[in-house]
């Protein structure tokens, strides 16, 4: 399976901030995901990254809130905007690979904490 | 529209014993079914997955899963139960030909005592 890095691992960001997450893949692959699991809860889907074009929002989550480049085929990043306390969850990354398209590998998450 | 259910937010067995960890699912059509597990401050790692064919499949760590159509089920199960098994659960469901979003569940937390 792919290795999947995330930067940063942690951050802890002041309300109305933003930041941008970064997620690095060390093979090309076809599709990356964006999730958000928040505090003791499941992973939610916020959008598909796509290659070339914009990313595709799950209803719930909009492009000025999350806006998400995928530049090529190995990088993708996810700026969360203007954040609020309630915006305080992990953010993980996913990928299909291109050899094993059915099965999402998970980059080891982004732990966010907003005050 | 599809949907996971885990009835259990915690499991607890003895080191050694079996371990049963409990996944219902609701699709329109044929699914995908996946397990992943969560170690603490850790991104989700792939434990297994049906696709098709045998009902029982094979993972990582000595797991396997169950796949039944007519209960719609797909419970993890383990013979022998190890401490550091100690993790929290997911079952997830893809639809097949339904696009690549995969719909998780609240997962279980396993604890495996000595």
């Known amino acids: 399976s792919a290795v999947i890095s995330q930067k940063p691992s942690r951050d802890i960001c002041q309300r109305g901030t933003s930041l941008t997450i970064q997620c690095q893949v060390d093979?090309?692959?076809?599709?990356m995901f964006w999730y958000r699991q928040q505090p003791g809860q499941s992973l939610t889907l916020i959008a598909t990254?796509?290659?070339?074009?914009?990313?595709?929002?799950e209803s719930g989550f909009v492009i000025d809130k999350f806006p998400i480049s995928r530049p090529n085929l190995t990088f993708s990043t996810l700026t969360v905007s203007n954040m609020s306390p309630e915006d305080s969850s992990i953010y993980l990354c996913?990928?299909?690979?291109?050899?094993?398209?059915?099965?999402?590998?998970f980059g080891p998450g982004t732990r966010l904490t907003v005050l | 529209a599809q949907s996971v259910a885990q009835p259990e937010d915690q499991v607890n067995v003895a080191e050694g014993n079996p371990l049963t960890v409990k996944c219902t699912y609701s699709?329109?059509?044929?699914?995908?079914l996946f397990w992943y597990v969560q170690y603490p401050n850790r991104g989700l790692q792939f434990l297994l997955k049906?696709?098709?064919?045998?009902?029982l499949v094979k993972g990582s760590y000595g797991f396997e899963a169950e796949f039944n159509k007519s209960q719609t089920s797909f419970h993890l199960k383990k013979p022998s139960a190890l401490v550091s098994d100690s993790a929290l659960y997911f079952c997830?469901?893809?639809?097949?030909?339904?696009?690549?979003?995969?719909?998780f569940g609240t997962g279980t937390q396993l604890k495996v005592e000595l």
């Open positions: 093979s090309q692959v076809t599709m």
């Open positions: 049906y696709i098709t064919g045998d009902n």
């Open positions: 996913s990928v299909e690979s291109q050899g094993v398209t059915d099965t999402q590998y």
């Open positions: 997830a469901v893809k639809l097949t030909g339904g696009g690549n979003k995969l719909t």
């Open positions: 990254a796509n290659q070339g074009s914009e990313a595709t929002y």
């Open positions: 699709v329109s059509g044929n699914p995908y």
